[in-house]
């Protein structure tokens, strides 16, 4: 008789669901011929007491005891939201002997290297790939078949919510409120969308993978992180005209000084690998020392690309293959990169005793104190920096429309003739 693995899901969201039905419905016969075992749903963990049509011979509880008091859990697939109380369980399970599969990257990205460790005692594994670009195979990747090439830069958009709006209103010229909204009735966004569009999202993804690639995250306060609330269809149009499309960008990289992130919308050109990335789909740009570059793409949030990876991440587990533990990564230092040393920021301010705003586009040295002084001109206007371009290697120019230079003054004697676009990785 073949053998049984039992399961228990904490969350029945989008998540948990999409696990749910992946392993008892869409791909059952399929999971059990790889595995060589059954697989038996035994428990949920939900918060509220609503009813669910689900059959009788799985609990469904709001109560973690009576998941506890299962016999012989072998796996626990947590898809519930935040650090609290999915930190605790987490080790409540991983102490009774269960594998834990989480999907959470709060915890993960504030917790996960302490759960790692805990589970490397307990001989147990906790694994993540759902955790970052959804169905995407990228922390598998980097994990097992990375280990002798140095991560130079990883550069990607990692937020499926985000692009989806952005994509759809440049595409449909809906507005940004409607495309959220669909966003979350498709199940992409977080239960609170502001950590999707605020870029808090892609930032805690980056800072799992941060933790994987250099075993350590930047500081957290030096993170500069701009999310797209404020982006409008003229902006996304204004590209268009010139090619480029806005992407909300997260870049990583170890430099020497540490480790450098951003998240921030950037405008990429048609020649960049990531300017084809659209709707849900994430997309990672991954720069080594010795395979070159690599990108991968895919499906970034929703139910079923979701449940893929935790799937995924159980037959991994059952065929002993090396979880998402610390591996021994080279270090690298990234002395011959070249930095990026300019950037073009983008500005948003009020007009004085008018409705209408303006934008302000300046080319600046990064590096140099221009950055500062266009952050106090700013704000002394009552406006906000709300994205940048990079560039690096051969600039491209174009002209500016009439718009830009409607401001009177150029604050700092920047070159305000020219636009310049990211072309490539
Ligand atoms: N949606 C996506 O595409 C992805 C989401 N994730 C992550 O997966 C997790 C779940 O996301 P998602 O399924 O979208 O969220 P949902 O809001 O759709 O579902 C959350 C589920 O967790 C339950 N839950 C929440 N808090 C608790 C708690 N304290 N105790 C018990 N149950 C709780 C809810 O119960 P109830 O049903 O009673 O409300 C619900 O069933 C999150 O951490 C998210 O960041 C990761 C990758 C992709
Ligand atoms: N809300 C997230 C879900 C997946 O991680 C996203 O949109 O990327």
Sequence with gaps: MMKTVKVVLLGFGTVGSGVYDTILH?????????????????????????????????????????????????????????????????????????????????????????????????????????????????????????????????????????????????????????????AQQLGYAEANPESDISGRDAFYKQMILSSLIYHEQPDWEKVERIGIEQVALEDLALGEVHGLRLKLLASLKRVDEGIKATVKPTFVSSEHPLYNVEGVDNGIVIKTDLVGTLMLQGPGAGSKATASAMIEDLVQIE???????????????????????????????????????????????????????????????????????????????VKLPVLYKRYPVSPIGLKRDQLNVVNSF
């Excluded at 293959?321 to 009020?350: G, T």
């Design 26 to 182: 869409t791909h059952q016969e399929k999971l059990e011929k790889v595995i060589g075992k059954k697989v038996e749903i035994v428990g949920i963990l939900v918060k509220s007491e609503k009813e669910r049509q689900l059959p009788r011979n799985i609990i469904v509880t709001t109560k973690i005891d009576e998941i506890l008091a299962l016999p012989k859990i072998d796996y626990v697939f947590e898809a519930i939201v935040g650090i609290e109380p999915a930190y605790s369980y987490t080790k409540l399970f991983l102490d009774r002997g269960c594998h834990v599969i989480s999907a959470n990257k709060e915890l993960l990205a504030n917790r996960g290297e302490e759960l790692m460790e805990y589970a490397l005692n307990k001989g147990k594994f906790l694994t993540f790939e759902a955790a970052v670009a959804g169905g995407i195979p990228l922390l598998r990747t980097i994990i097992q078949l990375l280990q002798v090439n140095g991560i130079l830069v990883l550069e990607g958009i990692l937020n499926g919510t985000s692009n989806y709006i952005l994509s759809k209103m440049r595409n449909e010229k809906l507005s940004f409120g409607e495309c959220l909204q669909e």
């Design 319 to 397: 065929q002993q293959k090396q979880p998402l533990q610390k591996v021994h990564r080279y270090s690298y230092q990234n002395q011959n990169e070249k930095e990026n040393n300019a950037s073009i920021q983008l500005a948003v301010f009020p007009l004085q005793n008018k409705e209408e705003w303006l934008r302000l586009k300046a080319v600046i040295n990064e590096n140099s104190k221009h950055v500062n002084i266009l952050q106090e001109v700013v704000k002394e206007l009552g406006g906000s920096i709300y994205g940048s371009f990079l560039y690096e290697g051969e600039l491209e120019s």
